[in-house]
């Protein structure tokens, strides 16, 4: 089976639109193309107990950041702040995404 193609990247700065965290903005640290899910930084956070291994030294309870679908979350624009994308194709053909509110590039 051929893998979604998503619109949303790893860096993209997202709104969360549904769950316990709504309203957190974050940005994106690791997509799941298999899964339709991504990691947003600091949203939809667990608590997980760490065993004391050679690598991380010292065990305890870590604050890890849990995947979130990505139908959960909307690409926010740096300038105007809005969540609206459209997309743009050049001259040279390449296909670009656009804020619908401000035109900037995303």
Known sequence: MAKPKLKIKKGDRVVVLSGKDVGKA???????????????????????????????????????????????VAIICDTCGKSRVGYRIDDDGEKHRVCKKCGKDL
């Open 26 to 72: 974050g940005e994106i640290t690791r997509v799941d193309v298999e899964r339709n899910r991504v990691i947003v930084d600091g949203v939809n956070v667990a608590k997980r107990h760490q065993k004391a291994t050679k690598s991380t030294m010292q065990g305890g309870i870590i604050d890890k950041d849990m995947p979130i679908h990505v139908s959960n």
